[in-house]
Nanobody, 124 residues
Framework: EVQLQASGGGLVQAGGSLRLSCVVSGGTFDDYAIGWFRQAPVKGREGVSCMTRRNGQTYYVDSVKGRFTISSDNAANTVYLQMTSLKPEDTAVYYC?????????????????WGQGTLVTVSS
């Protein structure tokens, strides 16, 4: 069974940076992309970013483009989300997940498996 463990969240001031990490273990997940979604209080789930495993293509939601970077260490089965220029509206619990990517432009994401999230709080 696939397990995903996210870490690296914390409290940061607006304009600051954090790097989230996610270790993926167990099972097989070659058919999936890997990515991050977030969930803020009273808000729904929002896909943030994902990366295909086949060719490393990356995708970002518009609100984080230019500020967040997804990367991976395939040998360590670890994916990262480098977050810079953080804003209070980025405050949420962040989850890493196995993702199915659809659509002609790759921006239809279905999150299939995820683990415990990590809380990111950005103060103004």
């Amino acid at each position: 069974e696939v397990q995903l463990q996210a870490s690296g969240g914390g409290l940061v001031q607006a304009g600051g940076s954090l790097r989230l990490s996610c270790v993926v273990s167990g099972g097989t997940f070659d058919d999936y992309a890997i990515g991050w979604f977030r969930q803020a209080p009273v808000k729904g789930r929002e896909g943030v970013s994902c990366m295909t495993r086949r060719n490393g293509q990356t995708y970002y939601v518009d609100s984080v483009k230019g500020r967040f970077t997804i990367s991976s260490d395939n040998a360590a089965n670890t994916v990262y989300l480098q977050m810079t220029s953080l804003k209070p509206e980025d405050t949420a619990v962040y989850y890493c997940a196995l993702v199915r990517v659809y659509g002609p432009d790759g921006y239809e994401w279905e999150f299939d498996y995820w683990g415990q999230g990590t809380l990111v709080t950005v103060s103004s």
